[in-house]
């Protein structure tokens, strides 16, 4: 999933990627890192985690 921005008709990608969060939940207990998820989603391991933390106290599907 990309997010994409359109701006006086030109075409612009967020680059940020979206990840359920049943996948990364998935993912860091079968021992990957959260710094190998947060680069796929094109942030920072500390925005990985508190965006991680905001999706499951709201009941978010995703990591946006």
Avoid at 40 to 49: A, D, H, P, V
């Amino acid at each position: 999933f990309r997010r994409v921005l359109f701006r006086s008709g030109a075409k612009y990608k967020a680059g940020k990627k979206a990840m359920s969060v049943a996948e990364a939940r998935e993912r860091m207990e079968k021992g990957e890192k959260a710094t190998i998820l947060a680069k796929e989603m094109g942030i920072s391991r500390s925005t990985f985690y508190r965006r991680y933390k905001e999706s499951v106290e709201n009941k978010s599907e995703y990591i946006i």
